[in-house]
């Protein structure tokens, strides 16, 4: 049973960078495209980033264009969110989830398989 761990959350101040990971246990990411959703209490479960299950192809929100990226080592059973130039509003459950799709939207009734999620919270 495929299972995913999200870690790298904290705290964090304005301007700053966290790197999140997504680990994998039970079986490898080689056949799953992954996405990373974000969600504020009281609001809809968002799409962040998701990568091609070779990693060839990526897609961000608008709005975290140029400030994210996402990557993947599929030896690892790995994927990452590289975040910077964090904003406050950036502040939310970060979660990954996979899909045995290869290609990759972020569209969350793509993902059946989610990961518990991690705290990104960014104040000064």
């Known amino acids: 049973q495929l299972q995913l761990v999200e870690s790298g959350g904290g705290l964090v101040q304005p301007g700053g960078s966290l790197r999140l990971s997504c680990a994998a246990s039970?079986?490898?990411?080689?056949?799953?495209?992954i996405g990373w959703f974000r969600q504020v209490p009281g609001l809809a479960r968002e799409g962040v980033s998701c990568?091609?299950?070779?990693?060839?192809?990526?897609h961000y929100a608008g709005s975290m264009m140029g400030r994210f990226t996402i990557s993947r080592d599929n030896a690892k059973s790995t994927v990452y969110l590289q975040m910077n130039s964090l904003k406050p509003e950036d502040t939310a459950v970060y979660y990954c989830?996979?899909?045995?799709?290869?290609?990759?939207?972020?569209?969350?009734?793509?993902?059946?398989?989610w990961g518990q999620g991690t705290q990104v919270t960014v104040s000064s």
């Open positions: 990568i091609s299950s070779s990693g060839g192809t990526t």
């Open positions: 989830a996979a899909t045995t799709q290869r290609l990759c939207h972020l569209i969350r009734e793509q993902y059946r398989t």
């Open positions: 039970g079986f490898t990411l080689d056949n799953y495209a």
